[in-house]
C-alpha cells in the first residue's frame, strides 16, 4: 500500500519561509508529484506540481515565491515557500501519481499570521 509522509508545516509570521517535505514509499513508477491546499470554505487547489523530468507547473499565487523540486532516488518531493502571506494560510495536499493511480497525503497545516 503507497504510504505519503508528509512534513513541515506550521505557524510562521508573513513574511517567512517554511518547507514542506513528502516522502512515498511502497510505490511503482513514480510519475508527477504536486501540492494543493484547501483553506476552509475554498476548494482544493493546486499550488505546483513537478514531472518525472523536473517540469514544473505554478498556481498564480505560488510563482515568484515558491520553489517546487523533487529528489527521485528518494521519490521526496519539496515546497520551498517564500514572502507567505495571511492568504497562504491552509492544509497543504501532497499528490503523486504512479503508473497506476494518484494518491493524496494527509495534510499539514500553514499558518501565517499577520
Known amino acids: 500500500q503507497v504510504q505519503l509522509v508528509e512534513s513541515g508545516g506550521g505557524l510562521v509570521q508573513a513574511g517567512g519561509s517554511l518547507r514542506l517535505s513528502c516522502a512515498a514509499s511502497r510505490i511503482f513508477r513514480l510519475n508527477a508529484m504536486g501540492w494543493y491546499r484547501q483553506a476552509p470554505g475554498n476548494q482544493r487547489e493546486l499550488v505546483a506540481s513537478i514531472t518525472s523530468g523536473g517540469s514544473t507547473n505554478y498556481a498564480d499565487s505560488a510563482k515568484g515565491r515558491f520553489t517546487i523540486s523533487r529528489d527521485n532516488a528518494k521519490n521526496t518531493v519539496y515546497l520551498q515557500m517564500n514572502s507567505l502571506k495571511p492568504e497562504d494560510t491552509a492544509v497543504y495536499y501532497c499528490?503523486?501519481?504512479?503508473?497506476?493511480?494518484?494518491?493524496w497525503g494527509q495534510g499539514t497545516q500553514v499558518t501565517v499570521s499577520s
Open positions: 499528490h503523486v501519481v504512479d503508473l497506476y493511480n494518484d494518491y
